[in-house]
């Protein structure tokens, strides 16, 4: 599998520990390399379909300047959409409350952007899942807070916590792109670099 990739060292720009396991899920051996300091801002004007491939896209392009000419670099971002508010990650636990409560009873979208990039080619795009909740309590909510500490999540919550498995009554598209990662479409994609 993969023989076209056999000449590059593929390299994962992420810290999340989600997506390094759903990339190796995939059987490709990779490196995770992230760089310091890498911006994760867009235009205000941007559609919101658009965004997160365009930070994932900046993302890439941070790394242009550090790649060898045998890597290929992937690149990722999620964001969480819901009546038009773009969700990144909490700053803390009353904003992890307030998105939760947005959440509550509604189906929202979960957008990740991903860029591949190698020295002589650059693709991106965007997959998009619809998860609908069921109605939070504010018992559940705290308690997800206060025992899974989702600070590091795109719209304060992880599909695959506790949250997900009591609050998750609907999904539309890719499980895994809602863990932040859409595997299925990366394989795709790989496969014709």
């Known amino acids: 599998m993969f023989e076209n990739l056999k000449d590059y060292h593929i390299i994962l720009a992420s810290n999340s520990p989600r997506r390094r396991e759903l990339l190796a899920g995939l059987g490709l051996h990779f490196e995770v390399r992230v760089l310091p300091d890498i911006a994760e801002s867009y235009p205000e004007e941007l ?8 930070i994932a896209r900046e993302k890439a392009d941070a790394y242009r300047r550090t790649m060898n000419e045998d890597e290929l670099v992937i690149t990722a971002d999620t ?9 990144g990650k909490p700053h803390d636990a009353a904003d992890a409350h307030r ?3 947005k959440l509550s009873n509604r189906t929202h979208q979960v957008i990740t952007g991903v860029c591949l990039t ?10 998009s899942t619809d998860v609908t909740f069921k109605r939070l309590s504010q018992e559940e909510v705290d308690y997800y807070i206060e025992h899974y500490r989702p600070y590091d999540k795109a ?6 916590e506790w949250i997900g498995y009591v609050g998750v009554t609907g999904l539309r598209g890719s499980y895994f792109n809602v863990m932040g990662l859409p595997v299925q479409r990366i394989y795709e994609e790989l496969t014709k670099v």
């Open 99 to 101: 998105m939760l409560m």
């Open 118 to 127: 190698t020295g002589k080619a650059q693709r991106a795009f965007s997959v």
């Open 47 to 54: 559609p919101v379909e658009q965004i997160a491939e365009y």
């Open 155 to 160: 719209g304060a919550y992880g599909i695959q």
């Open 79 to 87: 964001i969480v959409v819901a009546d038009g508010e773009v969700m």
